[in-house]
């Protein structure tokens, strides 16, 4: 099965700072038919999974432009710019690309 | 508003079997796979498996395909999960969510303890 490895597992960041995430996957998420399966989900303190980009780097409405997905391959990158209190929490990359879907281990952010 | 309503908290002896519901409103039961997943304290996510609510067919995550059973009523338009021989190690929170993840349940509490 395709192995979701992100770096940092824990991000203090200061309000108003940026915070990158970064995902390595195992193997590309790039399928057969040129789409790339890579997405983002959040999850608040106490509160389910919710998601956040899919595709790399769609939001889904509602979710603030300050949440940017990037990348190709086997390298994605989620950046949250100016960050807020709400968005303390974890956030995950998975990829349903090829069957088992994974997801990487979770990286916490929190405010400095 | 698209809903995925899970039933709630359980509290299990090892060696028993739970069942947990996902009932779904606000959008057409068979349009999307449901998928469980589970999160252990300190395990991060796993994939369980999935249920096409359509015709029933599953697909079994490798841990747990001997213990899994994964259905769909799509009379009730509820998915249902039911995880047998559970061990301590089966403690977590179990969602449920579509293929995409746009749409997840609130999580399910299973704790497992003699």
């Known amino acids: 099965e395709i192995v979701l490895t992100q770096t940092p597992l824990s991000s203090p960041v200061s309000l108003g700072q940026s915070a990158s995430i970064s995902c390595i996957s195992s193997e590309s998420l790039l399928d057969n038919k040129g789409i790339t399966y890579l997405n983002w989900l959040q999850q608040r303190p106490g509160q389910a999974p919710r998601l956040l980009i899919y595709k790399v780097s769609k939001r889904l409405p509602g979710v603030p432009d300050r949440f940017i997905g990037d990348g190709a391959g086997t390298v994605f990158t989620l950046t949250i710019t100016r960050v807020e209190p709400e968005d303390v929490g974890i956030y995950f990359c998975t990829q349903d690309t090829q069957s088992p879907p994974t997801f990487g281990p979770g990286t916490k952010v929190e405010i400095k | 508003e698209v809903q995925m309503l899970q039933s709630g908290a359980e509290v299990k002896k090892p060696g028993a079997t739970v069942r947990i519901s996902c009932k779904v409103s606000?959008?057409?039961?068979?349009?999307?796979?449901i998928h469980w997943v589970q999160q252990a304290p300190g395990r991060g996510l796993k994939w369980m498996g999935q249920v096409d609510p359509e015709d029933g067919e599953t697909v079994y995550g490798e841990v747990f395909q001997d213990r899994i059973t994964l259905s769909a009523d799509t009379f009730t338009e509820t998915a249902y999960m039911e995880l047998s021989n559970l061990k301590p190690e089966d403690t977590a929170i179990y969602y449920c969510?579509?293929?995409?993840?746009?749409?997840w349940g609130q999580g399910t509490l299973v704790s497992v303890s003699s």
């Open positions: 606000g959008y057409t039961f068979t349009d999307y796979y």
């Open positions: 969510k579509t293929t995409t993840g746009r749409y």
